[in-house]
């Protein structure tokens, strides 16, 4: 009964055109660093934050070291440790680190992983030469940005 009432739900949305609107990278309100609401919308999985912790163009743990992710090699120690970082982060402040960490730490070497815009010199991969306008991409997804934070708000002392 439960289902077929959140699948109704989700059809009745889908044909009144109800849906989250992805914010892009350009339009992302920074307050202070932090990101009050969801890049998407949707809730962040949080599985799927810890798998681009170690993948791709995350990486989180060549910079970062995650006891939870200790069966994992190679962790780095150019950032803070992450284990605790919901105790001392709120969300909203996670989110803003994650996207762009410059805003709340100038000269953060950590990368802006949700931005398109104000690079110096910005490269086309290994062509040697510059990047086409208006084809710059984030590292991540808005919502592996949302992953990327519901795994760390999973990360307490507690």
Same mark, same amino acid.
């Given at each position: 009964?439960?289902?077929?009432?959140?699948?109704?739900?989700?059809?009745?949305?889908?044909? $009144?055109?109800?849906?989250?609107?992805?914010? %892009?990278? =350009?339009?992302?309100?920074?307050?202070?660093?932090?990101?009050?609401?969801?890049?998407?919308?949707?809730?962040?999985?949080?599985?799927?934050?810890?798998?681009?912790?170690?993948?791709?163009?995350?990486?989180?743990?060549?910079?970062?070291?995650?006891?939870?992710?200790?069966?994992?090699?190679?962790?780095?120690?150019?950032?803070?440790?992450?284990?605790?970082?919901?105790?001392?982060?709120?969300?909203?402040?996670?989110?803003?680190?994650?996207?762009?960490?410059?805003?709340?730490?100038?000269?953060?070497?950590?990368?802006?992983?949700?931005?398109?815009?104000?690079?110096?010199?910005?490269?086309?991969?290994?062509?040697?030469?510059?990047?086409?306008?208006?084809?710059?991409?984030?590292?991540? $997804?808005? =919502?592996?940005?949302?992953?990327?934070?519901?795994?760390?708000? $999973?990360? %307490?002392?507690?």
């Amino acid at each position: 009964m439960k289902i077929a009432f959140l699948a109704a739900a989700a059809i009745a949305l889908t044909a $009144t055109g109800v849906t989250a609107e992805i914010v %892009k990278p =350009q339009d992302v309100a920074y307050v202070d660093g932090a990101v009050a609401t969801s890049l998407t919308g949707t809730p962040g999985n949080a599985e799927n934050g810890a798998v681009i912790m170690n993948k791709g163009a995350g990486n989180c743990i060549a910079c970062h070291e995650v006891t939870a992710l200790n069966h994992l090699p190679f962790h780095g120690e150019i950032g803070p440790m992450l284990d605790g970082v919901a105790d001392r982060w709120s969300e909203a402040e996670l989110r803003g680190i994650v996207a762009n960490a410059k805003i709340m730490f100038e000269g953060s070497m950590m990368p802006s992983f949700y931005k398109t815009s104000g690079f110096t010199r910005l490269g086309d991969a290994y062509t040697g030469k510059a990047h086409p306008e208006g084809e710059v991409k984030p590292l991540l $997804t808005a =919502q592996e940005i949302e992953d990327v934070v519901a795994y760390l708000m $999973t990360l %307490k002392y507690d």
